[in-house]
């Protein structure tokens, strides 16, 4: 922990990296010291309601009351900050989308079972009455094993939002994975109903049947993504 931040945000803990950190209980002790390090602590900030924004999803909403909570208290006005807001449009592989030949593809980093079923949830707002389809690769095996039973529950309420979710195989981290863990997509696919296990040079089959693609993970499916973008130009 070497931030020393004369303002410091803490938006959520919860678990994860426990490859790192090995429980919550450490997570809340790393973020005790962050706290203690930081000259100022913004937290449990309220939702702003009336923002006005480009991005959809309720934690884009939740992060951007916590951007005008710190810009209050370095002197910046609500009118500069909401402002400022309303023109953004978001990062990229954060709800990154694409539209070609009348197929949405967004790409998202989500690769932790929170972030996943707010970013499905993002693309059913924004997309009431689209089929949509999400392929997700998960990142690192320790992690998908440690925190199996959050991502089964997420699996489970993302199949009752959109129309159907696959799973590709585990990406592998280099240097971070433990030998012993020998869990795999295709085992998982099998512990929820609905859920797809699906090899990457298969997912290119099913693009024609949807309106709206979905490709998450934090590894290397972004390059999966640019080539089925490039074949439907």
């Not at 884009?60 to 006005?77: P, T, Y």
């Not at 449009?89 to 079923?117: C, K």
Request: some cysteine; charged content about 25%; overall charge negative.
């Amino acid at each position: 922990m070497n931030y020393h931040p004369d303002i410091g945000v803490v938006l959520n803990i919860e678990a994860d990296h426990l490859d790192y950190y090995q429980n919550i209980e450490k997570i809340r002790e790393a973020f005790t010291t962050f706290e203690s390090q930081s000259k100022k602590v913004i937290k449990n900030v309220p939702i702003i309601d009336d923002l006005k924004m480009n991005v959809p999803g309720l934690h884009n909403k939740l992060n951007a009351s916590f951007a005008v909570a710190v810009a209050r208290e370095i002197g910046i006005s609500d009118e500069i900050s909401f402002r400022a807001i309303s023109k953004f449009s978001g990062t990229w592989r954060r709800f990154d989308e694409h539209i070609y030949n009348n197929l949405i593809v967004i790409d998202d980093y989500a690769h932790h079972p929170t972030e996943i079923l707010a970013t499905i949830k993002s693309v059913r707002e924004k997309y009431p009455g689209k089929k949509i389809y999400c392929f997700f690769q998960p990142h690192q095996h320790q992690r998908t094993f440690l925190l199996l039973n959050d991502f089964i529950d997420a699996f489970n309420q993302s199949l009752k939002i959109i129309d159907k979710l696959f799973l590709i195989d585990i990406y592998d981290v280099c240097g971070r994975e433990s030998k012993d863990i020998k869990i795999n997509s295709q085992e998982i696919a099998k512990m929820v109903e609905g859920l797809e296990y699906i090899r990457k040079e298969d997912v290119s089959k099913k693009i024609n049947e949807v309106d709206v693609v979905i490709f998450m993970g934090a590894g290397d499916i972004y390059n999966l993504s640019c080539d089925i973008r490039k074949n439907v130009i």
